[in-house]
DNA sequence: GCCGTTTTCGGCCCGACTGTTTTCAGTCG
């Protein structure tokens, strides 16, 4: 069972405690949204946790649910689950991922009618809020009814709870409102939010916040969006529209002197502020988008405003929080204790190791469409030192060793050239290596020893089991040679999951030879994860962050891979593109 | 059901918006 399928379970036995009696099972319900929450996020398979015993080092998971889930894993179901989802029907479950759907009345429809199928409840519902059937009920009426077939629709188009677009997409989406919400004289600044200004290599919906002493007319001219399909909902200082492409772009407004507040509350995450007000509370103090509310005596209350962020984070005691790092991954406690990572910028990067110039190398997969001239234009251009071009290997069932061979001896007498007659910039040679089923690199030792070094990686066989898998990838990177591991997880976003590997193996195993893991920030890939990232921090493993360019153009890509590295802690120790030419080409010949 | 810089017991984030109500319940972020 994966972890996305126990969050599921658990935020099913939340759902059902709701729907039993919300009052008595507050808590319990929340306990376990928690936990699932956590889960769903956590970079290690709960399977495997057990195994490590390491269970409890999920927040979140304490005795009770630890021992529910060691008995999930050992057969396969939970006797305790199982008693309190017997009362629900299981069909209530799918239209939990319906918009505007909730627990209560979800349960209130299937029970009303009976609706006894999972697979088609919600085209059930669909039938019934067509024929008018919903709306005599009790709490329901003709706008709901509507509202429920509107939420149907934007379901079947793909716009569910969890559905995500790609960080670029959102960039360019926001971009355009920006645009348009700049031109209104009364908005005093505009920021995008939330998971955007988080940096999540995907995004739910767009947020702004609003800095102006006129909400109404900003509201009323934000909700006239051209590009707006319709809207959701609109308050005195907040509305949500959604664009003619289905994005939900969420609108809240603040003065100046609490503009502060607003965007500390509107970048959330959810959960860090949830932490953020569990530790207010206990020293008197209420936080909201407002401000912090300070108890007073005869039951009054002080309102404290603030028009920055770090006024507010200060008068809480904390320093201010990088928003990459605002998840409840411990840095409340760390922004408490003056410990907060200082964390790698865009600006201490020197250089790119993962460039596919347009060299005739005949590789075995795509080739890039820029000379490595027009490349190392682009590079002095970002203010590097050095590069390293890494085009695929030329393809190995096209050629014979020899040819190839040929091909690498032309290449390494290019980039001496240019090394030669250009001194502004160092080239390194490296070629980016496919690691075969066997674990062999495509290419043979005398054409290895062409190369400064390699970035190897996996292109083919994603489907094979974890324990082959790792040792596949462990067995090219043991290589001499190869030095960096490309897009380690081989996930595309939103299109493939990647393979499975051993992490706590491989992360060993880069540790003692001294590999490196690549960030890639491809947008697709975005590849470590942030969620590895951070383990590689905490065990010291070394990073690169690269963009797999194949055009010049996107080598400027490098700025989602930073936003990578930042939200998983990395400072610029870890980085070994942010070294000088002399100390990375140290590491590259350990 | 979880958790600890007042606590191993007694707390548990905060507010906005909508629809259906006439003071509130449900959902969302």
Redesign the pocket.
């Known amino acids: 069972m994966t972890n996305i399928e126990i969050a599921r379970l658990l935020r099913n036995v939340a759902a059902s405690y709701?729907i039993k009696n919300?009052q008595k099972f507050r808590?319990?319900m929340?306990?376990?949204l928690?936990?699932s929450n956590a889960i769903e996020h956590f970079p290690s398979e709960v399977k495997d946790l057990i195994k490590e015993e390491k269970l409890?080092s999920i927040?979140?998971?304490?005795?009770?649910?630890?021992s529910h889930l060691k008995e999930l894993i050992k057969t396969g179901k939970v006797k305790?689950f199982d008693s309190i989802l017997n009362d629900i029907p299981p069909s209530v479950f799918p239209l939990l991922d319906v918009?505007?759907?909730?627990?209560?009345?979800?349960f209130h429809l299937v029970t009303e009618f009976k609706l006894n199928d999972s697979k088609t409840v919600i085209e059930d519902i669909k039938d019934l809020a067509e024929k008018g059937k919903i709306?005599p009920l009790?709490?329901?009426?003709?706008?709901?009814?509507k509202?429920i077939l509107q939420a149907i629709e934007e379901y079947k188009k793909g716009k569910t709870?969890s559905k995500r677009m790609t960080l670029p997409f959102a960039s360019e989406t926001a971009e355009l409102l920006l645009s348009y919400l700049k031109k209104h004289k009364d908005v005093l600044v505009v920021e995008p939010l939330?998971s955007l200004r988080r940096k999540l290599s995907t995004i739910?919906?767009i947020?702004f916040a609003v800095s102006t002493n006129n909400p109404k007319d900003v509201i009323k001219y934000f909700v006239l969006y051209p590009y707006k399909s319709r809207v959701i909902?609109?308050?005195?200082?907040?509305a949500s529209i959604i664009t003619s492409s289905g994005v939900?772009i969420?609108l809240l407004t603040q003065p100046p002197q609490s503009f502060g507040s607003l965007l500390q509350h509107f970048t959330?995450s959810?959960n860090h502020?949830?932490r953020l007000?569990?530790y207010?509370?206990?020293k008197g103090l209420?936080?909201?988008?407002?401000g912090i509310?300070k108890h007073m005596a005869h039951d009054t209350w002080h309102m404290a405003h603030f028009d920055t962020e770090e006024k507010f984070y200060n008068s809480l005691g904390l320093d201010w929080i990088p928003p990459e790092i605002r998840e409840d991954h411990l840095e409340v406690e760390h922004a408490?204790?003056h410990t907060l990572p200082k964390l790698v910028e865009l600006k201490d990067i020197k250089a790119d190791f993962h460039l596919h110039s347009n060299f005739p190398i005949e590789p075995s997969h795509d080739m890039g469409r820029d000379s490595m001239e027009t490349m190392i234009k682009t590079a002095l251009k970002l203010g590097y030192d050095y590069i390293g071009f890494s085009e695929h290997n030329p393809s190995v069932s096209k050629h014979t060793s020899e040819q190839i061979l040929n091909i690498l001896k032309k290449r390494k007498e290019k980039i001496e050239h240019i090394n030669s007659s250009n001194k502004n910039i160092r080239v390194i040679s490296l070629l980016e290596i496919d690691i075969l089923t066997n674990g062999c690199l495509a290419i043979a030792n005398k054409a290895l020893s062409l190369l400064d070094a390699t970035v190897v990686s996996i292109h083919s066989s994603f489907g094979m089991n974890k324990e082959v898998m790792t040792q596949r990838v462990l067995k090219g990177l043991s290589h001499p040679k190869a030095k960096i591991l490309a897009h380690p997880t081989g996930r595309l976003i939103n299109q493939r999951n990647g393979y499975e590997l051993d992490w706590p193996q491989v992360f060993d195993f880069c540790k003692k030879h001294n590999k490196a893991l690549e960030i890639n920030s491809w947008p697709l890939r975005l590849d470590l994860p942030d969620i590895l990232v951070r383990e590689a921090v905490r065990r010291d493993i070394k990073m690169v962050i690269d963009t797999d360019s194949h055009q010049a153009s996107q080598m400027n890509l490098m700025q989602y891979g930073v936003s990578i590295a930042r939200r998983g802690w990395a400072e610029k120790k870890d980085i070994l593109n942010t070294l000088s030419y002399e100390q990375f080409m140290k590491w590259l010949k350990s």
């Open positions: 709701a919300e808590f319990q929340l306990a376990y928690k936990a409890e927040p979140g998971v304490g005795p009770s649910i630890k305790h918009p505007s759907f909730g627990p209560k009345k979800a709306s009790e709490g329901f009426g003709e706008k709901s009814e509202d709870k939330g739910g919906d947020d909902e609109q308050g005195e200082t907040g939900q969420d959330g959810k502020n949830i007000r569990e207010a509370l206990k209420s936080l909201s988008e407002k509310k408490r204790l």
